[in-house]
């Protein structure tokens, strides 16, 4: 028995990600925002998917100035969601198929209406003043240093009331809590325990490398290779202000917590090169987070050789003990069919399903939506106000789910908060499950291609010769060897291939020694 358990692949390496942003799945009480309940009624279309795992955007309540990261009670339910029994019943339905669920914790920042930073900013020797990030004014009367906020302008701002600054690594009304102090930490870890005691299966933690700032508060180093279409955040280096080592040990407590629950899984949002990156899966001895979110398809150039060189990096970066992870949409990035085209967006598809590591899909990627123009009076995200020339705007990917052809695409009795796809009344998921050439039909394929197959979850990788424009490796294991083929152009080019085609992107019969434009394939 207990040599089985040690050798059973735990359901986080085989299984696959959904990320659902709430807002936008599913309305029930007609307001035009997404709900707990509303999600429950769509769980049997994540079962039938073929995903193992959600992962929820956050649903505590908040005033929304970051649409829920910007947290008001980390051990409660925002109303407009549902409730704690809601919470409970739905965590029961999604183990009741068979799927797992993950919250989204966020660690670094809470809102400013919470109770905590309200007592923190009443007065100078109030017990919780520590427990955000206070600092006196520089000799000029201006911010302590030249940090940057995320969403531009400095990341200081000034508090009337008792003379100070306090720092925020995003908006102002998102104030960074201060994780040097041991109750504010004490405080963040029982977090953690009542939603575990509840039963959830894991943890999605926001920006978990800017939980610790240099202690010193040193200015940052200027980004030398800083241009004006870029953001203000990239004017400095983040070095002191982000990835201390003090975070990493508080990663490691998070893991040990997490571990003393069972099978339970932390993903960590870092953005940081691989040397840096990998150290987030800390030692065998003293792991920290199981994922460290990997975003390289998302931010590296949409060509062959470009993928090829990400993937042999990066899987070299990691750690013996250290499993991979790939992502390729999420509710800050540009919808992927937008950035490539829905005919690549199938191949990257095909890419994420095939990779080794761990996928994480994004709600709505599946259903191929492109490129939303939000009309200017419709925008909601702060990123876009804050920077509103950069074209920055998150919205374009938060649009919501478009279920049907009926009134509002079966999303909610009334118009959504965010306008929907303006293709809807087509690209809906009645309508493409209807259809055997959707995208949605391709998803599931590769997703029950991927279960039928552990080869292409937890076997080995081996990238693999192959002329321009193609990206081809291998995955194996001890029952077989699978050969991915992907044409990352639109032009037709020949490759020597030998097997049985188990599932080409495109619709028709794959043709041995070529490639269709478009085509991606997977051989046995
Ligand atoms: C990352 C989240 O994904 C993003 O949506 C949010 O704005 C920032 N962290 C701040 O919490």
Redesign the pocket.
Same mark, same amino acid.
């Given at each position: 028995m207990i040599k089985d358990a040690e050798h059973r692949t735990p359901w986080w390496k085989a299984g696959v990600i959904y990320q659902i942003y709430p807002r936008s799945f599913q309305d029930s009480d007609g307001d035009g925002i997404g709900d707990l309940k509303g999600m429950e009624e769509r769980l049997d279309y994540l079962g039938a998917l073929g995903i193992d795992a959600i992962w929820l955007s956050p649903i505590f309540p908040s005033p929304m100035a !970051? @649409?829920g990261?910007d947290v008001a009670n980390y051990c409660g339910i925002e109303p407009m969601f549902g409730d704690l029994a809601r919470f409970d019943h739905v965590l029961a339905s999604v183990h009741e198929r068979g799927l797992k669920l993950m919250l989204d914790f =966020?660690p670094? #920042?809470s809102s400013d209406q919470h109770p905590w930073f309200q007592a923190s900013r009443s007065a100078r020797d109030d017990p919780k003043r520590d427990w955000y990030v206070w600092r006196d004014a520089a000799a000029d009367g201006g911010p302590p240093n030249n940090w940057i906020s995320?969403f531009g302008g400095s990341a200081w701002t000034w508090d009337d009331a008792n003379g100070q600054y306090y720092l925020h690594a @995003?908006l102002k009304e &998102?104030p960074d809590l201060n994780w040097r102090n041991p109750g504010l930490r004490a405080a963040m870890m029982d977090v953690l325990r009542f939603w575990l005691d509840r039963g959830v299966d894991g943890f999605r933690i !926001? =920006?978990l490398w800017h939980i610790v700032k240099a202690a010193d508060f040193p200015d940052n180093p200027p980004n030398p290779d800083w241009t004006a279409d870029q953001t203000e955040r990239d004017r400095v280096l983040q070095r002191h202000s982000t990835d201390q080592p003090e975070a990493h040990a508080i990663a490691a407590d998070m893991r040990t917590l997490a571990d003393s629950y069972g099978e339970r899984l932390l993903v960590g949002?870092i953005f940081l090169p691989n040397d840096r990156h990998a150290r987030w899966y800390g030692t065998p001895e003293r792991p920290q987070v199981h994922l460290p979110f990997n975003f390289q398809l998302i931010e590296n150039s949409w060509d062959a050789r470009t993928l090829a060189r990400v993937i042999a990096d990066y899987e070299a970066s990691l750690p013996a003990h250290g499993w991979p992870n790939w992502v390729l949409g999420? #509710? !800050?990035a540009p919808r992927i069919a937008a950035r490539i085209g829905e005919a690549q967006a199938r191949v990257a598809a095909m890419l994420l399903l095939t990779l080794r590591g761990t996928p994480t899909l994004y709600q709505g990627d599946e259903l191929g939506i492109g490129r939303v123009d939000i009309p200017p009076g419709q925008m909601r995200d702060p &990123?876009h106000f804050r920077q509103p020339g950069l074209d920055i705007g998150?919205d374009r990917s938060r649009t919501p789910m478009p279920w049907n052809g009926s009134a509002h695409a079966g999303f909610s009795a009334v118009a959504p908060w965010l306008p929907l796809n303006t293709d809807w009344r087509t690209r809906n998921v009645a309508a493409q499950e209807k259809d055997p050439e959707s995208m949605l039909i391709l998803y599931r394929r590769l997703l029950a291609l991927r279960r039928e197959y552990p080869a292409l979850s937890i076997g080995r990788i081996t990238l693999v010769e192959s002329p321009d424009g193609v990206l081809a490796y291998e995955r194996h294991d001890e029952a077989r060897t699978l050969r991915i083929l992907l044409n990352l152009t639109a032009r037709a080019v020949t490759v020597r291939w030998q097997g049985t085609p188990l599932l080409s992107t495109l619709n028709g019969e794959a043709e041995p020694g070529m490639l269709y434009p478009d085509e991606g394939l997977v051989i046995a």
């Open positions: !970051d @649409f990261y =966020v670094n #920042h995320d @995003f &998102q !926001d =920006v949002e999420s #509710h !800050d &990123q998150r």
